[in-house]
């Protein structure tokens, strides 16, 4: 079964600092990979995702994640933080080649935003 | 972008009741919707899949007489937690398939058993 780790819980960053969340996983096969935002109040909301190709995935407002295989990492990063990007953020993993396969998540990572 | 609708958004129930949560896929259809289970400061945790017209897929260690899932139509899932306790007091979120790769996310259920 597949396992992913969030490394840290709470991070707090002022506006126009860079972001860097860290997601590893465990599984042994081809996966697909999937960043989630939850902003305050509201469900939870697609960031980017990646299934194969490029490893270095661009989603929406700016976020980007590279996939290294060989670490089995997906760290998600922006290089200027906004306010607006105060949230909590999930990483996910499913197994690759599985129509409508389960969604593994993180623990999530809260993110503060000071402006 | 697709919207998954719930309800309630929140209820509180006495022990021994039963509850039922309903997941609408407000504009599109979904063969596969999803229910997840979320405890404070935790993950998101896979409770059971449910198919349009067939029976659930129950993850390992969640008691299918004790969360009963309907899906119903492509449009609706239904959870109903039987015989409530207040160990099920947690939030409930549902997913909708769209084609084979995306999920989208309903807004969640806080559910409260006293």
């Known amino acids: 079964a597949q396992s992913v780790s969030q490394h840290n819980h709470h991070v707090i960053l002022s506006e126009a600092a860079s972001l860097e969340l860290g997601c590893n996983y465990s599984?042994?096969?081809?996966?697909?990979l999937f960043w989630y935002v939850q902003y305050p109040g509201q469900h939870l909301q697609l960031l980017l995702k990646?299934?194969?190709?490029?490893?270095l995935v661009k989603g929406i407002r700016g976020f980007e994640a590279e996939f290294i295989k060989s670490k089995f990492s997906f760290n998600l990063r922006k290089p200027s933080v906004q306010w607006s990007d105060t949230a909590e953020y999930f990483c996910?993993?499913?197994?690759?080649?599985?129509?409508?396969?389960?969604?593994?998540f993180g623990q999530g990572t809260i993110l503060t935003v000071h402006p | 972008g697709a919207v998954v609708s719930q309800h309630p958004s929140r209820v509180i129930c006495k022990s021994g009741t039963s509850v039922k949560i309903e997941c609408r896929s407000l504009?599109?259809?979904?063969?596969?919707m999803f229910w997840y289970r979320q405890f404070p400061k935790q993950s998101l945790m896979l409770m059971a899949t449910?198919?349009?017209?067939?029976?659930?897929?129950?993850e390992q260690g969640v008691e299918k007489d004790k969360f009963l899932i309907n899906h119903a139509s492509l449009t609706l899932s239904t959870l109903t937690v039987t015989s409530a306790h207040p160990e099920d007091s947690s939030f409930y979120i549902c997913?909708?398939?769209?084609?084979?790769?995306?999920?989208?996310f309903g807004p969640g259920t806080r559910l409260t058993v006293l």
């Open positions: 997913s909708a398939a769209l084609g084979v790769d995306t999920q989208y």
């Open positions: 599984y042994g096969g081809t996966v697909n």
């Open positions: 990646y299934f194969s190709g490029d490893p």
């Open positions: 996910a993993v499913r197994a690759g080649g599985t129509s409508y396969g389960k969604l593994t």
């Open positions: 504009d599109f259809q979904a063969t596969t």
């Open positions: 449910s198919n349009e017209g067939s029976k659930a897929t129950y």
